[in-house]
């Protein structure tokens, strides 16, 4: 399917390639990329297997159009290389930034380097603010347990984190989040509250409306408490 349509928009993209990216040999690629076994359930790529057309920020420069396909697993960028038609890394310390269709914004963080999935620094931005709100997409391999075609699967996880200036904190629990943000916990059950929100239901919305709570709060912030 993803070869059908790369077909269909190759001459258009040869075009942009040459215009926006002159030197995308030299100082963007790292090599060609290998494909995943086929005799694994799933894929290892972010929501689907097939290129989209993202936006690429390097060196404060974006590259609208590009084709792009985020590998969870390898926490790699890989884009497809319109000439010798194949799959192509991105080299990770190139890239800033990278967004997939108008909702998906991945940037490149360091200073998170203990924690297993960092690998290449590639977060989900979901709050852009003081305190950023990120994830971490990751996907591991695992025996499927059944005689067949498939005796392995990928299963994808996800981990949320509080950021600011160059601080993580991982959020798994709700004590952790509140008093991450150095809120009092009898101040945000009742704004909580009031806003019908519960950590147990709705994680991602609970994690980013504490954050808004706390950038909203007149005294200032010093910091995340670990």
Do not use: C
Request: net charge positive; charged share 30%.
């Amino acid at each position: 399917m993803w070869a059908a349509k790369i077909s269909a928009q190759t001459q258009s993209f040869i075009s942009l390639y040459k215009e926006q990216l002159p030197y995308f040999q030299e100082l963007i690629t790292g090599g060609q990329y290998g494909e995943s076994p086929l005799n694994y359930e799933g894929h290892p790529y972010f929501e689907r297997r097939n290129f989209e057309e993202g936006v690429l920020s390097i060196n404060q420069i974006n590259y609208k159009d590009v084709q792009l396909l985020y590998d969870e697993m390898a926490d790699e960028l890989v884009t497809f290389h319109p000439i010798y038609k194949q799959k192509i890394l991105i080299k990770a310390e190139k890239i800033q930034e990278f967004q997939l269709d108008q909702n998906h914004i991945f940037r490149r963080f360091e200073g998170n380097e203990k924690y297993t999935y960092h690998r290449n620094g590639f977060y989900q931005v979901l709050k852009d603010g003081r305190v950023k709100v990120l994830i971490k997409h990751y996907k591991t391999v695992e025996p499927t347990r059944e005689v067949g075609k498939y005796p392995y699967k990928y299963v994808e996880d996800q981990e949320y984190f509080y950021w600011y200036k160059d601080d993580f904190v991982p959020i798994r629990k709700k004590k952790q989040a509140i008093q991450s943000l150095g809120l009092q916990k009898k101040e945000v059950k009742k704004y909580m509250k009031a806003k019908d929100l519960f950590f147990a239901l709705e994680k991602e919305r609970y994690i980013l409306e504490l954050a808004n709570f706390r950038e909203n709060k007149s005294e200032g912030f010093n910091g995340l408490l670990k």
